[in-house]
Nanobody, 124 residues
Framework: VQLQASGGGLVQAGGSLRLSCAASGRTFSSYAMGWFRQAPGKEREFVAG???????DYADSVKGRFTISRDNAKNTVSLQMNSLKPEDTAVYSC???????????????????WGQGTLVTVSS
């Protein structure tokens, strides 16, 4: 599967952005999806994930502010980001895995496919 992330940009603190990840290839509904981010000088970290059956999980740092969703008919997964903070600044990447679990995978090592990333910059 190929993944294409979009929707990044520059936003002021307190603002919102919506990231989208379009998938092509095999049946999208068979993938569990995740969003990760990597800030300059830091390791990649889990942001949010959604299973094949729409169970979701979030990093504590974004819980209550970010919402992940998927549209299997459109082969897309989205990340709605509200109340953005300067510390949310990072390159955001979407990822997919065919490995089944009723729970969201937080480890990036579980994901087989990665998109190219989209930059989110939050100014203070």
């Amino acid at each position: 599967v190929q993944l294409q992330a979009s929707g990044g940009g520059l936003v002021q603190a307190g603002g919102s952005l919506r990231l989208s990840c379009a998938a092509s290839g095999r049946t999208f509904s068979s993938y569990a999806m995740g969003w990760f981010r990597q800030a300059p000088g830091k390791e990649r970290e889990f942001v949010a994930g959604i299973t094949r059956r729409d169970s979701t999980d979030y990093a504590d740092s974004v819980k209550g502010r970010f919402t992940i969703s998927r549209d299997n008919a459109k082969n897309t997964v989205s990340l709605q980001m509200n109340s953005l903070k300067p510390e949310d600044t990072a390159v955001y990447s979407c990822a997919a895995t065919t490995t089944y679990s009723p729970y969201v995978f937080r480890s990036p090592n579980t994901y087989n496919y990665w998109g190219q990333g989209t930059l989110v910059t939050v100014s203070s």
